[in-house]
């Protein structure tokens, strides 16, 4: 123990000489852990907000009872299951908006009948036998809410709210275990507040009824079916894609954190050879040493991993409201809008930075644990043992690229696609300093003056030095390059297929159906109107999967407007007749279909056989979409309702229609929105989306800075040797630090260039492979050669910011200093 704290306190006065390499290793152990920690508590929040909504009735329940067609039924069919034995119980579902119209003014209201609940099934964590019957049945009722969502719609505990429909719900009471976005209450206030008389979604089936009836009774087994919970589709598998590539990111920005840890150790290292040498002759063991230098490495892991997990907290505070915001409009997902983490997340914070800090200055510890005793001290042996690390980073760049490209060939899930677009950055990674280091070989066959092939040959010689944080920034570079060509190119699309898609003037959401009908039947006779679409809809699952089907007329304008990927020979025409139907681009890929291909749906009197007969995007829907003609739609599925209206309109009866709208039929702004709105709205959700998205790249990007920053201020002492000689020569202190600036502009200009087509490919693989896996559609790759512009010279002025300061104290090196480098290094 004596020896390993003579050893330790040895290798720690490094630090007291050199506190810059100290706090460089500190910064990028600190940065990496707030970048990772900050992305995990956003989906560690999400996930927790996820399993509050699965809790919210919970037990030992493994199936329900729900409609065959629609989304709901009538409750006598409740009634007979009950009279015949079945232990079932009715929960109705519907969402409400409060006055003020606004899209975060929505919440869901769950109906539930607690006398007839399951055995040991919970409510919103809270046993159901333990509850309260009185108050919660009774006389004015409760409406259970959770204290996030109570904030965020502004109101207060016992508080009455009143939707848009002019009902009022009853009185609210918190609930902290209950998920956001919900309110519970007995389903008879629910069928009030709902406006669903007799009406009941679904019924929860125990497992004893389970076991003792195995299928429905013959009367009840058309309108219904038993569904087992594994069928159900929930909100974590519907966000996985979401969250895996906001993880992906977050592991991107730990990686280039964890270079400037590599290059700082490996620096420091490189100058304790000395030290080590030393150590070793003294009789310092090699165990002793390596344990020593693990310590040091678990000490800076600590301090780090604490600023990190403290910094990463408020990073995820500050980005959960667009991540919240992007899963509310992406997926109807509700995310609170507060961080309420668990002890476990902040261990793992800590462990993170044990692990970057042994992944970071582990190669440098094998490196010096296998150089022999006298060759520690010796620049041309670590120089040698640098080239053999080389030629093994040129040789896994290439497996990982062949493991990328079966990845490509073979993988068939979002997993092998971000495996592939990882294992493309490692290897352009790795690949890196061996395509500079050929790249200078090359360009030092045309020096012809001895200050051009100085100025070459020392480049190649700081290469090892510097390549780490090169390869961070052809890392952000690349990334930003990828994510930014996929999501302009997508914010492109997205924009053009909002304006085909949205081709009506207004947009009606009617009550019902019958004010539906009313409506369409007065608006065929106001000035002004030149055309009114209905659209039918209603909620089916096919093949095991939800889907919404909709029903539209035959009109010229959807030949028109309607978007379609593919189609065959007349197609419009097909639907019209009622012989074909048209599948989102998602769901056609979940199924397997194709053009041509048929498809069975159910209807009243048995199974439709339909051909497909378009294809068409339908970006940002997580469930199925499927176009079928309004008519045929009608006949085989009388439970369809008359969604909403799209209306054209002359401009200058715009406003004068509105305000009849709302004066005669009672539509506020929730019902009645203008095309402006609503894509304003939709546009709005995609900014939403990217945000986060954009604030990890910028993060990432001004990590890599800061990691070469921290490279060349670390090498400014060991850079006087190189200097030295040349100053003597009568090079002045000024031109040997443009010389210098030169250097690293050169190195960086080339990474640059590098990498710009391996963001390219990330592109391609973002919107070819990845985004396939994830969400079901293929967007084109489109180049934007401004923005490849942007990014080229914002690594630049990067990189030209890093050299700035140690290249000025290279420059304004004082004569002694130089002069030093004789006396000790001669």
């Known amino acids: 123990m004596a020896t390993l704290r003579i050893t330790l306190a040895a290798l720690l006065s490094h630090w007291r000489r050199h506190p810059l390499q100290f706090f460089s290793i500190l910064t990028g152990l600190w940065l990496a852990t707030a970048l990772w920690t900050g992305v995990e508590a956003l989906n560690s929040q999400a996930r927790a907000d996820y399993a509050r909504a699965s809790a919210v009735l919970s037990g030992p329940s493994q199936a329900q009872i729900v409609p065959s067609k629609g989304e709901r039924f009538d409750q006598a069919a409740y009634v007979q299951l009950r009279q015949r034995g079945w232990q079932v119980s009715p929960v109705l579902e519907g969402r409400v908006?409060?006055?003020?119209?606004?899209?975060?003014?929505?919440?869901?209201?769950?109906?539930?009948?607690?006398?007839?609940?399951?055995?040991?099934?919970?409510?919103?964590?809270?046993?159901?036998?333990?509850?309260?019957?009185?108050?919660?049945?009774?006389?004015?009722?409760?409406?259970?809410?959770?204290?996030?969502?109570?904030?965020?719609?502004?109101?207060?505990?016992?508080e009455q709210p009143v939707t848009t429909e002019g009902k009022r719900l009853p009185p609210l009471q918190v609930h902290p275990q209950l998920a956001p976005g919900v309110v519970i209450m007995d389903i008879g206030h629910a069928q009030t507040l709902l406006q669903a008389p007799g009406q009941l979604s679904r019924l929860l089936l125990g497992t004893d009824s389970l076991t003792k009836q195995a299928e429905?009774?013959?009367?009840?087994a058309s309108p219904l079916e038993i569904r087992q919970s594994s069928d159900s589709g929930d909100l974590q598998r519907l966000t996985d894609s979401f969250h895996l590539n906001l993880r992906a990111l977050g592991m991107l920005a730990f990686i280039v954190g964890l270079f400037i840890v590599n290059a700082a150790i490996g620096l420091a290292l490189e100058q304790r050879r000395g030290l080590l040498r030393?150590?070793?002759?003294?009789?310092?063991?090699?165990?002793?040493?390596?344990?020593?230098?693990?310590?040091?490495?678990?000490?800076?892991?600590?301090?780090?991993?604490?600023?990190?997990?403290?910094?990463?907290?408020?990073?995820?505070?500050?980005?959960?409201?667009?991540?919240?915001?992007?899963?509310?409009?992406?997926y109807g997902a509700e995310v609170a809008g507060q961080l309420s983490l668990s002890p476990q997340w902040w261990l793992a914070g800590i462990a993170i930075s044990l692990l970057g800090a042994l992944l970071a200055g582990g190669s440098s510890l094998v490196r010096a644990a296998r150089?022999?005793?006298?060759?520690?001290?010796?620049?041309?042996?670590?120089?040698?043992?640098?080239?053999?690390?080389?030629?093994?980073?040129?040789?896994?760049?290439?497996?990982?690229?062949?493991?990328?490209?079966?990845?490509?060939?073979?993988?068939?899930?979002?997993?092998?696609?971000?495996?592939?677009?990882?294992?493309?950055?490692?290897?352009?990674?790795?690949?890196?300093?061996?395509?500079?280091?050929?790249?200078?070989?090359?360009?030092?066959?045309?020096?012809?003056?001895?200050l051009s092939e100085w100025f070459v040959a020392d480049s190649r010689q700081q290469l090892p030095a510097v390549s780490l944080a090169l390869m961070a920034l052809l890392l952000a570079l690349a990334a930003s390059v990828g994510v930014g060509s996929m999501t302009e190119g997508f914010r492109k699309t997205f924009i053009g297929w909002l304006d085909q898609r949205l081709s009506a003037d207004l947009y009606l959401t009617p009550r019902d159906t019958a004010q539906s009908l009313e409506i369409s039947t007065w608006l065929k006779t106001q000035p002004g109107v030149t055309l009114v679409l209905p659209r039918w809809h209603i909620d089916q699952?096919?093949?095991?999967?939800?889907?919404?089907?909709?029903g539209v007329v035959d009109d010229p304008s959807y030949r028109?407007?309607?978007?379609?990927?593919?189609?065959?020979?007349?197609?419009?025409?097909?639907?019209?007749?009622?012989?074909g139907t048209m599948l989102s681009e998602q769901f056609a890929r979940r199924l397997k279909l194709d053009l041509g291909d048929t498809v069975k749906v159910p209807a009243v009197d048995g199974e439709k056989t339909l051909t497909v007969v378009g294809l068409y995007a339908d970006y940002g829907n997580p469930r199925g979409h499927m176009l079928l003609n309004a008519d045929w739609l009608r006949r085989y599925w009388?439970?369809?309702?008359?969604?909403?209206?799209?209306?054209?309109?002359?401009?200058?009866?715009?406003?004068?229609?509105?305000?009849?709208?709302?004066?005669?039929?009672?539509?506020?702004?929730?019902?009645?929105?203008?095309q402006t709105s609503l894509k304003r709205w939709s546009t709005e959700v995609f900014e939403r989306t990217f945000a986060a998205t954009g604030a990890l790249n910028a993060l990432t990007l001004a990590?890599?800075?800061?990691?070469?920053?921290?490279?060349?201020?670390?090498?400014?002492?060991?850079?006087?040797?190189?200097?030295?000689?040349?100053?003597?020569?009568?090079?002045?202190?000024?031109?040997?630090?443009w010389l210098s600036l030169g250097q690293t502009l050169m190195l960086a200009g080339l990474t640059v260039l590098l990498a710009m087509p391996l963001g390219l490919l990330l592109a391609w693989c973002m919107v070819a492979v990845l985004n396939v896996q994830a969400f079901g559609w293929r967007l084109p790759l489109q180049i934007f050669p401004d923005q490849l512009l942007r990014l080229g010279l914002l690594g630049l002025f990067t990189s030209l910011l890093a050299a700035a300061g140690p290249l000025w104290q290279v420059a304004r090196r004082q004569p002694a200093d130089l002069l030093r480098q004789f006396a000790d290094e001669r």
Not at 430 to 436: D, I, R
Not at 715 to 730: E, I, Y
Request: charged content about 10%; glycine content about 10%.
């Open 216 to 220: 429905l009774p013959s009367d009840l």
């Open 560 to 579: 028109r407007q309607w978007p379609l990927l593919s189609q065959t020979t007349g197609a419009w025409s097909q639907l019209a007749a009622g012989q």
């Open 541 to 550: 699952r096919l093949q095991g999967w939800p889907v919404q089907v909709e």
């Open 703 to 737: 990590v890599a800075g800061i990691a070469l920053f921290i490279s060349l201020l670390t090498l400014g002492h060991s850079r006087l040797a190189q200097l030295a000689p040349l100053w003597a020569l009568g090079v002045n202190r000024g031109r040997l630090g």
């Open 278 to 330: 030393t150590l070793r002759a003294c009789g310092i063991s090699l165990r002793s040493l390596i344990t020593a230098l693990a310590i040091e490495l678990g000490l800076f892991a600590v301090l780090s991993g604490l600023a990190g997990v403290a910094s990463g907290y408020l990073l995820a505070s500050v980005l959960l409201g667009n991540v919240a915001a992007s899963l509310r409009g992406l």
């Open 371 to 450: 150089l022999p005793i006298l060759a520690l001290a010796q620049a041309q042996a670590w120089r040698l043992a640098q080239s053999v690390w080389l030629k093994r980073q040129a040789m896994v760049s290439v497996l990982l690229a062949v493991f990328a490209a079966l990845c490509w060939r073979v993988g068939d899930s979002l997993l092998s696609a971000l495996l592939m677009l990882g294992a493309i950055l490692l290897a352009g990674a790795l690949a890196l300093p061996a395509l500079l280091d050929g790249a200078l070989a090359v360009l030092s066959r045309y020096c012809r003056s001895p």
């Open 97 to 158: 908006r409060f006055a003020g119209g606004e899209d975060t003014a929505r919440i869901q209201v769950l109906g539930i009948e607690p006398l007839s609940l399951p055995h040991g099934t919970s409510v919103a964590g809270q046993p159901g036998s333990s509850l309260d019957l009185g108050p919660f049945m009774g006389e004015p009722g409760q409406s259970w809410i959770a204290p996030d969502t109570l904030q965020r719609l502004g109101f207060n505990a016992g």
């Open 638 to 674: 009388p439970d369809a309702t008359l969604a909403n209206l799209g209306v054209h309109v002359m401009p200058d009866q715009m406003n004068p229609l509105r305000a009849q709208l709302e004066q005669r039929f009672g539509l506020d702004s929730t019902r009645l929105i203008d």
